[in-house]
RNA sequence: CGGGGCGUAGCGCAGCCUGGUCAGCGCACCUGCCUUGGGCGCAGGGGGACGGAGGUUCAAAUCCUCUCGCCCCGACCA
């Protein structure tokens, strides 16, 4: 890693302006300071500088990793659709996946991600109790198709991925397992110096949840996340459970009978709420989903929203609930989009959890141009089940203090999962217990964004000058600037210097480029090297050199003869306070 | 997949509506002088034929058609 480097020879292209293409910060700045270049959407190469920031992530993920008794190893990224088609995930997966067929005209893939590579080696390797646990992980590219590429190197198709698999004999071993990965996350991230929140992902099974994605608090963030000021609970706003701040309510019975009223293409909750003169929450409105095991009604409070994640946990199946086309709503419930409601409707009905804290409502009528009132659920239909079906968001009830739920912006960089028995029984990958049973390998699968990671750090640490790296990610930990390049005497301490500095194991860049003084301070806070040292004939006279932190802008001088030792105290300070 | 925008020099852009010395500006680059602690100044210079294909026209960067690429917004809450 610590390759002699002067400026002048460095391939780092910086420029002076924003690219046309990006929106977010991390985005331009990693183009402007020459860390990648686009080569199509969403696929990128990472040139010298942003592969050093890159390699020190992969180096603290393999460091813990390790540490946490995971082995690295490297599956290939081809890979055939068969073992595709025995998870199910061939029809599953949907159009992120790519795939293509070779010269034979056989089906494969460019792995999304590696499941089925790795219960494909163990359950060919596995044979008994006694071989498990073991946990693997490997760091490589992935693909995905994306649907809109973003913000650079953040949600790009072509990524760089670390994903570990952890296979277990029985629960409580996957349970360690997956502590120990939670524990291994939170060590990489805090060492990359980043601020983020574990968040739970999961709607909280009995015995806590199995899945938390860890999220770096940005504006930028494309994941919305729900927090709770008062006891720090965070969850995705996707998976976050929702909880009534309601009572649940005994039925009204004092409602007279329903009755319809002719609501002319009043069919969205917003116009029929208005012509009824009711709140959005006292209207009811009935959803019709296309799942695995057939169409869904879902009954849900006007001003909720269907949370797909939750619903999907409710009715099974393997591809994502998706709300049914007009046409299909139509021949379903014989009823146009817009009039569907529960009274009288012939299938099964799922209602949120919500609807039980009303006593009546209005809801569709069932009938083109009509809704129909003071409908009491229970009464005048009965629902097939009640879940917690609706999505989170501020306001609402936290789950665990009943405080008040904020929202927030997150970036996911790391997500651990419990996977359980899916793939090692889709795939057959089973070993003999004790008893000399043959059981599934319980899986755990754990994985972090790598170039997601970098970009995160950016947009966490940058000002108007440029990017500002925490010291565990810099490229480069100290740049040297002799400020006079044509004044051999500068240029040969400022060597001298940057020699001592390689010497002693720090990362020194050497800017030796015949530039003016400005030109270097520009492309060093560009750049956002930690710690800068300018050489120049006032400090020189002094037997001084200058140094000033990008952080925090302070400048000090420091006598020459002890500047190196003195940087390298402070740098395994500030590597010091990362992981701590 | 729907909507919108863009593609002119390495980068950032103007020109297009109202076809005809419009191929131009800033930065970068090259040469020389100058300057030397925050992208310095002056002078000179090289580089593109306007994403691609086809069409209209005496004439197309400019108008039309198709096509490729890139960016943004949205993707059905009944």
Same mark, same amino acid.
């Given at each position: 890693m610590n390759q002699p480097m002067k400026f002048s020879q460095l391939f780092m292209p910086t420029l002076r302006e924003d690219p046309a293409? !990006?929106?977010?910060v991390s985005h331009k700045l990693m183009v402007r300071a020459g860390l990648i270049r686009k080569l199509a959407s969403g696929i990128y190469s990472w040139l010298p500088v942003g592969l050093r920031s890159l390699r020190k992530v992969e180096n603290i993920i393999r460091d813990e990793m390790n540490r946490a008794g995971a082995q690295e190893i490297l599956m290939p990224a081809v890979q055939p659709g068969d073992i595709w088609k025995e998870s199910g =995930?061939?029809? !599953? @997966?949907?159009?992120?996946?790519l795939r293509f067929k070779d010269r034979h005209d056989h089906e494969y893939c460019l792995g999304p991600t590696h499941e089925e590579v790795v219960t494909d080696i163990m359950r060919r390797e596995?044979?008994? @109790? =006694? +071989?498990?646990p073991v946990n693997l992980y490997q760091i490589q590219q992935k693909f995905r198709d994306e649907i809109r590429p973003r913000f650079g190197v953040m949600r790009g198709r072509e990524f760089g991925m670390k994903d570990a698999y952890s296979f277990d004999k029985d629960d409580p071993g996957a349970e360690t397992s997956y502590r120990a990965m939670f524990q291994a996350y939170i060590n990489i991230f805090k060492r990359c110096g980043l601020r983020f929140t574990p968040v739970?992902?999961?709607? &909280?099974?009995?015995?806590?949840?199995f899945s938390h994605e860890f999220m770096v608090l !940005?504006?930028?963030?494309e994941d919305a996340i729900v927090h709770c000021a008062s006891c720090g609970y965070a969850a995705n706003t996707e998976k976050a459970p929702f909880v009534c701040s309601a009572q649940t309510q005994a /039925? +009204?019975? +004092? $409602?007279p009978p329903y009755s319809k009223v002719l609501t002319p &293409?009043?069919?969205t909750v917003e116009k029929a709420t208005k012509f009824l003169n009711i709140? $959005?929450?006292e209207m009811l409105k009935t959803m019709i989903y296309k799942t695995d095991n057939g169409p869904v009604a879902v009954l849900i409070l006007g001003d909720r929203e269907v949370n797909a994640i939750k619903l999907k946990k409710v009715v099974g199946g393997e591809s994502d609930p998706e709300l049914a086309p007009p046409s299909m709503v139509q021949e379903v419930t014989g009823v146009p989009l817009g009039?569907?409601? *529960?009274?009288?409707?012939n299938m099964p009905m799922l209602a949120d959890?919500?609807?039980? !804290?009303? &006593?009546r409502v209005a809801t569709?009528?069932?009938? *083109?141009e009509y809704h129909i009132i003071n409908v009491v659920p229970g009464r005048d239909f009965s629902v097939t089940e009640y879940h917690d079906l609706s999505a989170a968001r501020p306001g609402d009830l936290c789950p665990q203090c009943q405080g008040t739920l904020t929202i927030a912006r997150g970036i996911e960089v790391g997500h651990v999962f419990k996977l359980g028995d899916k793939y090692s029984k889709a795939m057959g990958a089973t070993f003999l217990n004790a008893e000399g049973k043959k059981d599934p390998i319980i899986m755990g699968c754990y994985g972090i964004g790598i170039g997601r990671t970098v970009a995160a750090s950016i947009e966490q640490n940058h000002d108007e000058s440029g990017i500002i790296w925490p010291m565990p990610l810099a490229p480069f930990e100290v740049t040297v600037l *002799?400020? /006079? $390049? /044509?004044d051999p005497e500068i240029m040969a301490a400022a060597e001298k210097l940057y020699q001592d500095l390689l010497g002693l194991g720090v990362e020194a860049l050497l800017?030796?480029?015949?530039?003016r003084a400005g030109i270097k301070f520009k492309d060093a806070d560009l750049v956002g090297i930690p710690f800068r040292v300018s050489v120049s004939r006032k400090s020189l006279a002094a037997g001084q050199v200058e140094f000033k932190e990008r952080r925090s802008s302070e400048v000090r001088m420091i006598p020459l003869a002890e500047a190196a030792q003195t940087l390298l105290g402070w740098r395994n300070d500030q590597l010091a306070q990362a992981k701590a």
């Open positions: 293409e !990006a929106e977010v =995930r061939w029809t !599953a @997966y949907g159009k992120e996946l596995i044979r008994s @109790y =006694r +071989d498990l739970e992902a999961d709607s &909280g099974s009995i015995g806590g949840s !940005a504006e930028t963030g /039925q +009204d019975l +004092d $409602a &293409g009043m069919h709140e $959005a929450r009039f569907i409601g *529960p009274v009288g409707l959890i919500g609807v039980r !804290a009303l &006593g569709g009528g069932n009938e *083109p *002799p400020l /006079q $390049a /044509q800017d030796d480029r015949d530039e």
